[in-house]
């Protein structure tokens, strides 16, 4: 009797040892999407939540494995609209042009809360209030873009009268341009022009667009596709997106170290100039009103109306199509 108990010991522990050695066979990880995102011309600290919800696993959180590519934001709205990517990151004036041309192009998610476009001086220049620009000649990179659309709204809602104002393309000189007197103010965002002549040591007015009129700024935007075959997929993309703008607001410090791992180049000799740039924009990030994301039908409607009565878009546009907040809190 004793042998067996004995026996069945010795077979238990056995079993024990094989089962305790047996090698594990590693699950498999779970499917990623990969996933192209489209953002501004060059890489740029300015886009630190992004860089953000990837290096802290926003996206991944998300089952999606982001691709960001940069280049011209209206070659890229383009694409998406033809459903050749996924997403852009880009302004409301860009959807509202693309759909205006046929693009099926929709905004899903509000970045920016304030228009980031400005026009700025040097405060010896005496230029105080729009009004002052009649008779005087300002810089704008050239007839596109969101510079060019803020400088149009600026006109129209402070009635200025453009005759009496000498328009100059300067491409994107503009800090050089207002420094050495080749005009006397220029059209530039917020966060760049004006911060880097601070840097410099000189006094600046800046007139920022949205004191004059609220227009919607830089989100998220893909296409009435990808909303229809793949909602849960732009859900995923919204909240990744704004879990990195909100880490970004709390940690700035750190997010800011994340950028300089994306984008190298901004730190050294450069780093200075760089977190001047991203301390600027962090206050265009913060939500005004509502919740975080969401954008206001107002905006658009008063965007689409001044770029119709502006000459901007070939013909009137459905505001209620052009964007949705039915991915945002979710």
């Known amino acids: 009797m004793k042998n067996r108990l004995l026996l069945l010991v010795v077979v238990l522990l056995l079993l024990a040892l094989a089962v305790a050695c047996r090698p594990v066979t590693p699950q498999p990880e779970a499917t990623k999407t990969p996933v192209v995102i489209a953002l501004g011309y060059v890489p740029n600290v300015q886009f630190a939540p ?62 920016y809360t304030r228009f ?8 010896a220049n005496g230029i105080q209030q729009p009004k002052d620009l009649e008779g005087k000649k300002v810089g704008i990179p050239g007839p596109y873009g969101a510079s060019y659309v803020g400088w149009k709204a600026f006109v129209y809602a402070n009635k200025l009268d453009e005759s009496k104002i000498q328009l100059e393309n300067i491409g994107f000189t503009q800090a050089a341009a207002v420094t050495t007197g080749k005009v006397d103010a220029a059209v530039d ?52 997106m704004l879990r990195g703008i909100q880490y970004t607001l709390d940690h700035p410090d750190e997010a800011f170290a994340i950028s300089l791992q994306a984008v190298p180049e901004a730190g050294g000799e450069n780093e200075a100039k760089n977190r001047a740039v991203f301390d600027a924009a962090l206050r265009f990030w913060k939500p005004t009103d509502g919740q975080l994301g969401q954008t206001a039908a107002a905006q658009w409607q008063k965007a689409e109306q001044f770029m119709r009565q502006m000459g901007l878009l070939e013909r009137s546009v459905d505001v209620n199509k052009s964007f949705s907040n039915a991915f945002v809190g979710r």
């Open 50 to 111: 992004f860089y953000v919800a990837q290096k802290k696993g926003f996206f991944a959180a998300e089952g999606i494995v982001p691709e960001f590519r940069n280049g011209f934001e209206t070659d890229y709205l383009k694409l998406v609209g033809n459903s050749e990517i996924p997403f852009v990151v880009g302004s409301g004036e860009e959807v509202l042009m693309g759909r205006a041309q046929g693009l099926p192009v929709v905004y899903v998610a509000r970045w």
């Open 116 to 123: 980031p476009v400005g026009i700025f001086a040097l405060a």
């Open 189 to 240: 965002y917020v966060v760049n022009g004006p911060v880097q002549l601070r840097l410099d040591g000189k006094q600046v007015r800046v007139m920022e667009v949205s004191d004059y009129i609220d227009l919607p700024s830089n989100g998220l935007i893909t296409n009435e596709k990808t909303i229809r075959e793949h909602p849960e997929l732009v859900r995923k993309v919204v909240r990744a």
